[in-house]
């Protein structure tokens, strides 16, 4: 199995900055990919940056500009700095990867991130 646990959420006032962390650790063989979604009360979950195997990255055009995703292949650990924060960033913040080569794909519990204007 392979265990994730994030952090780095928090409450924070319009403009201002976090930095989230998404540690793996279990039975990985293989990164794949990892990246990070959220969900909004009410809302759908959605992508909101991803980084493969190649360190290709990929963005939800909201955050783009904002948002930087990076990870430490030693640590098995993907980032997400999060600049110029907006009230409607505000949601549960869930980290996921892509493991081994089954292609296995796990979640961590999510970390809340919320906004204030």
């Known amino acids: 199995q392979v265990q994730l646990v994030e952090s780095g959420g928090g409450l924070v006032q319009a403009g201002g900055s976090l930095r989230l962390s998404c540690v793996a650790s279990g039975r990985i063989f293989r990164i794949n990919s990892m990246g990070w979604y959220r969900q909004a009360p009410g809302k759908q979950r959605e992508l909101v940056a991803a980084?493969?195997?190649?360190?290709?990255?990929n963005y939800a055009d909201s955050v783009k500009g904002r948002f930087t995703i990076s990870r430490d292949n030693a640590k098995i650990t993907v980032y997400l700095q999060m600049d110029s924060l907006k009230p409607e960033d505000t949601a549960a913040y869930l980290c996921?990867?892509?493991?081994?080569?089954?292609?296995?794909?796990?979640w961590g519990q999510g970390t809340q991130v919320t906004v204030s204007s």
């Open positions: 980084i493969a195997s190649d360190g290709s990255t």
């Open positions: 996921n990867v892509n493991v081994n080569s089954y292609f296995a794909s796990y």
